[in-house]
């Protein structure tokens, strides 16, 4: 994938698999995820590929995708992180253009989503807000006594942005299942 802004984007492999790791275990401290980046490494598809952001030869980030087989018309962004030192300096902006613009090209899709959890004034949001659609509280996996604080977002590829309306995606089942992986 090329940048339009100077940015380089390397497909995670087996070359730099440790490397894509340990940003996962540093910015997602809870809920790393080995297994998932083994798999993009191994069996790199167009819409399941992580890659490493540099800009000149300093690394500064990771973004991916990824999808559900029982949601076609939907390709979801995966593992996307700006390194704590490269914040708020446009990177996450244009890395998140980026990624948008290598889903529009595979022509596959007609939307492109992410889901996040909210936390007051975390600065992604604000990011997320700015670039995407549409947002929605995504509450399907929230019990009587156990809330998930997630929110979908959704951009319009090739068609005008919808809502995802609470279509089940097993978000809590896979983040107790990092948590138990760590």
Known sequence: MDSLYGLTYIPVDMDNLELAFKIQKEIWTSDPDYNDLLDK?????DNNCSFLVYHDNTLIGITGVDFYKEYEDTIWLDWFAILPEFRRK?????VLLDTIEYCKNLKKYDYFRLDT??????????LYDDVMDLREDYTAED????KNNFIIYTYGLNKKAEYWNNKYLGLSEYYDNCKEEK
Not at 41 to 45: I, P, S, T, Y
């Open 90 to 94: 446009g990177y996450g902006k244009k």
């Open 41 to 45: 490494a191994q069996n790199r598809a």
């Open 117 to 126: 959890t909210y936390y007051e004034n975390r600065p992604a949001l604000y």
């Open 143 to 146: 019990t009587d006594t156990v």
